[in-house]
């Protein structure tokens, strides 16, 4: 059983599109960390949100942390080609910062 | 003046051989980590050290052994490769608890191993 659930799986959209990826748990995270991994490359930080019912604006993507501090959504306006990969949610429990989990990821792929 | 650098990129072997995985952090990190990505690109943790001392080790075979000379290195030595050991691995590295609230990682480039 994975701690943190991320759905959809894949989505394939077209330019100009907009969409909301979800990452849920039955835990409780002290922050939740939203991470962009493109092809042959390593997973980049995009955004970490730690009150619970944060919302973080990154240009066109806004980010939520669930009041429960169980959940977060990342939502893209108007998606473009470059923002094509996999999106990974991550965090770790209150009583173990070093145990980062991540979700098995949303791969999004962005038609022009 | 990369973040977190590994090496190789890619390693190609055997099964049966012993392969290491090397990774340097200049970050000032605390703490230090291996993921394992399969084919399906679930990022999986293996291990993670804080300050050269073993804080997770998830269940992974004994094969794999990692080593922790100072807190900027974290290398992984795999003892007789198997062909389900074919995948990506990732080091990263993040703050330690305390200095900061969260747990940003950052990350390698990852070391594609194919066993043959």
């Known amino acids: 059983t994975q701690l943190l659930e991320q759905s959809p799986q894949f989505l394939s959209i077209q330019e100009g599109e907009n969409l909301t990826v979800y990452c849920n748990s039955s835990?409780?995270?002290?922050?939740l960390q939203w991470y962009r991994q493109e092809p042959g490359e390593g997973p980049v930080l995009l955004v970490t949100v730690v009150t619970g019912g944060e919302v973080k604006k990154l240009k066109r993507l806004t980010f939520q942390f669930g009041d429960a501090r169980k959940d977060s959504s990342l939502h893209i306006t108007a998606a473009q080609p470059g923002d094509t990969g996999l999106y990974l949610c991550?965090?770790?429990?209150?009583?173990?910062?070093?145990?980062?989990?991540f979700g098995a990821g949303t791969r999004l792929t962005v038609k022009p | 003046d990369t973040a977190v650098s590994q090496t190789p990129k890619y390693l190609v072997t055997q099964m049966g051989n012993d392969k290491s995985i090397k990774c340097e952090q200049n970050l000032g990190h605390d703490t230090m980590y291996w993921y394992k990505q399969d084919s399906k690109k679930f990022l999986k943790i293996m291990f993670s050290y804080n300050n050269k001392e073993l804080i997770i080790n998830e269940t992974v075979p004994n094969r794999f052994s990692p080593k922790s000379p100072d807190k900027a290195h974290l290398n992984l030595h795999i003892n007789s490769l198997e062909l389900g050991d074919s995948a990506v691995y990732f080091c990263a590295s993040s703050p330690q608890l305390g200095r900061v609230m969260n747990t940003e990682a950052f990350f390698g480039q990852g070391t594609r191993l194919t066993v043959v």
């Open positions: 835990s409780v995270f002290s922050s």
């Open positions: 991550a965090g770790a429990p209150p009583y173990n910062n070093n145990d980062m989990r």
